[in-house]
């Protein structure tokens, strides 16, 4: 994953050596909303009304950030009014392509173009910052909306219900103070955690990240022995957040990432709300684990330079998933 510098691409990996081999995440750089009526939201510019057909997301299948995005809009009913350009799975010196040679790799349905950089260049041609997915863009303004995944998701939560006559809330005025609570919890020590420890350049920093991933699963499993969902009888946001991880870990984290302790097939309430969230309605559709398995094997040469495909477990998600006494 390269870097644009002034508008300039650099094939250049995160930099570890200043942190003591801790990976450390960039942060999002476009933070407007869109909103039901145009008007501001918590973070950026007014004038991003919710229009039917007026959006396009760009999205990796392989990416848990992009895979909310994906989601929400499906369980939003939303797939009839943003369209969705998908990009090739493999992420090499130029980042993410809109090469077309892999099944699902849809191009740049709009406009055409080659490289994911170059929607960020067409609104900021003198941009500095990492390119990443998912990229919420205006069709109308020619302006990325937004590359925050966790902000996206509440936009679609509820900017376009009364386009949509969707009005599932999954973001509850009741529940909001313990959802932040639980998804800042899980956002640093699984979400995150897993690239942490994959991406650590040193013992130390890989120790501190799987000890902190690993007491994090557990606390989730014990949590989810007395809950149907994260809080509790209702799901929220913060299980698809939790999910996209979930449905990556035991084929891609446990091995390329280092984080081998136990896998999600080991604890059997993780094990069993995974394969539930995985089974809800429309979910399914929007997990290719050929782009998740191809994508982590194929772009991190530091930790697999010979891009060789592991054989993987045959894992059963359709199997019953037992949540139903909760």
Known sequence: ???????????????TKTSGGAFKRSVASFRNWVTADGSAGPTGESGFKAESG??????????????????????????????????????LGDGW??????AGATGDTLYGLSYAREIYLKDSPKMTGRVTVPILWDKVKERIVSNESSEIIRMFNGAFNAIT?????????ALRQEIDRVNARIYDEVNNGVYKSGFATSQAAYDSAVHTLFEALDWLEERLSQNRYLMGKEITEADWRLFTTLIRFDLVYHLHFKCN????IDYPNLWGYTRE????????????FDHI????HYSHDMINPARILPINPVLDFNAPHGRDHL
Request: proline share 5%; with cysteine; charged share 20%.
């Open 97 to 102: 392509t809109f090469a077309t040679d892999f």
């Open 1 to 15: 994953m390269g870097v644009l510098v002034d508008g300039t691409w650099q094939d250049v990996w995160y930099d």
């Open 165 to 173: 006559n969707n009005h599932l809330d999954f973001y509850p005025e």
């Open 277 to 288: 969230l995985y089974q809800w309605p429309e979910v399914a559709d929007t997990v290719h």
């Open 54 to 91: 007026r959006y396009h997301l760009y999205v990796s299948h392989a990416c848990p950030w992009a895979n909310r995005t994906m989601i929400f809009r499906a369980l939003k009913g939303l797939n009839d009014h943003i369209s969705v350009s998908v990009v090739h799975p493999d992420m």
């Open 293 to 296: 398995v191809r994508h982590y």
């Open 261 to 264: 302790r136990k896998r999600i």
